[in-house]
């Protein structure tokens, strides 16, 4: 059964980071491009990173680039979100999701097709 677990979220003062851990179980995540998304309440859904299953490209949506960073450690089975510099707007659910698209930019805009996502993990930005 293919499963994905997100950890590492938490209450944090605006400035302060994060990281974010995305374990699968089940299946390689080597084989699937990952996407980062997050929904903050009475907001849609948003692709915050993703990063290719084929060449490792990543793509950032504006809100967050330069500030986050996304990796894989394939012998943990494992994608991170590396949150720096947090603001209290990045407040939200955030949720992995594996996909078997390759384009990580259609993946974070438009959403990711046919994919397993995990059950999210809280991220809370305030003072």
């Known amino acids: 059964q293919v499963q994905l677990e997100e950890s590492g979220g938490g209450l944090v003062q605006p400035g302060g980071s994060l990281r974010l851990s995305c374990a699968a179980s089940?299946?390689?995540?080597?084989?699937?491009?990952i996407g980062w998304f997050r929904q903050a309440p009475g907001k849609e859904r948003e692709g915050v990173s993703c990063?290719?299953?084929?060449?490792?490209?990543?793509f950032y949506a504006d809100s967050v680039r330069g500030r986050f960073t996304i990796s894989r450690d394939s012998a943990k089975n494992t994608v991170y979100l590396q949150m720096n510099s947090l603001k209290p707007e990045d407040t939200a659910v955030y949720y992995c999701?594996?996909?078997?698209?390759?384009?990580?930019?259609?993946?974070?805009?438009?959403?990711?097709?046919?994919?397993?996502w995990g059950q999210g993990t809280q991220v809370t930005v305030s003072s």
């Open positions: 990063i290719s299953k084929t060449d490792g490209s990543t």
């Open positions: 999701a594996a996909a078997a698209m390759a384009s990580v930019q259609p993946m974070c805009v438009l959403g990711p097709t046919f994919a397993s």
């Open positions: 089940g299946f390689g995540l080597d084989y699937y491009s």
